[in-house]
């Protein structure tokens, strides 16, 4: 899944794709370099990102997820906590609904998707855990035990909520949410026990593409010499992190789907670790 914001804030790509044809010729590029579904989104969800309203959001994203419907044969993939932005980008040609609040911000979300189903469109969804808004989800995340048990538990009850609103669970896709209201140990917790939450039976799909969690493992925010300072730790040059994470995952044969910015780089990366899994495994 390849990432196209259409923000002005996004932590690292923020700004570069406003222009609806700018965002178009993006969303092809990254169809070009390997990605299998276009992920498009009005509403940065950085820690300390302010929320959007929703024509704002609209007028970012409808026409982008317009031109890449007709224009590309990759399926689109709205984020979006709205049911109203899920609606029109639906009605527009998206056939993902990417929600990193589980279908918890907007209680109108699951039962739209369900409607949506009804009247013909073949729509899946993708349920996140998160804790938290974006403005004070980093603030001091905390779980009361084990924080992999309780992501499970929480996304088992949203994948529950979507059946209930009328969502097969075979549209379901869960996601831990690396990032979102976590602090570094748990985002390691969960990365490394991503086979428990794919055990609950529905495609795990995976965001961990140039998170700063990477950057606090290779140090380089504490680095303070000149050297540094050229080498500073900015979210686009966090790729040999985000493909150590992809290629344990993918090999660990626990993930489905994986949402990154570095498509043609990833896209290696993940060749490569099901190649020796496969090997390793006799396949
Ligand atoms: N992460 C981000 C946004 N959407 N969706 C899912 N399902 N999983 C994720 O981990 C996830 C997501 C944050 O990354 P990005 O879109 O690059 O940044 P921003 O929210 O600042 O636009």
Known sequence: MGVLNVTPDSFSDGGLYVDPGAAEA?????????????????????????????????????????????????PVSIDTMKSEVARAAVEAGAVVVNDVSGGLADPEMLPTIAALRASGHDVHVVLMHRQGDPRTMQLDPRYHGDPVREVC???????????????????????????????????????????????LGHPLL?????????????????????????????????????????ALAVAGGSVDVVRVHDVAVMREAVLVAQAIAGASSGA
């Open 26 to 74: 993006r969303g092809l590029e990254l169809v070009a370099e390997g990605a299998h579904v276009l992920d498009v989104g009005g509403e940065s969800t950085r820690p300390g990102a302010d929320p959007v309203p929703a024509d704002e959001e609209l007028r970012r994203v409808l026409p982008v997820v317009e031109r890449l419907a007709v224009g590309t044969r990759a």
């Open 206 to 246: 995976l965001g961990a593409s140039r998170k700063s969690f990477i950057g606090h493992i290779t140090g380089a925010e504490q680095q303070s010499d000149f050297l540094a300072l050229e080498r500073r730790d900015r979210p686009a040059d966090r790729l040999g992190g985000t493909a150590a994470c992809l």
């Open 153 to 199: 538990a929480h996304l088992e009850g949203r994948a529950r909520a979507a059946l209930q609103a009328g969502i097969p669970l075979d549209r379901v896709t869960l996601d831990p949410g690396i990032g979102f209201g976590k602090r570094l140990e748990h985002n390691l917790s969960l990365l490394g026990r991503l086979q428990e939450i794919r055990a």
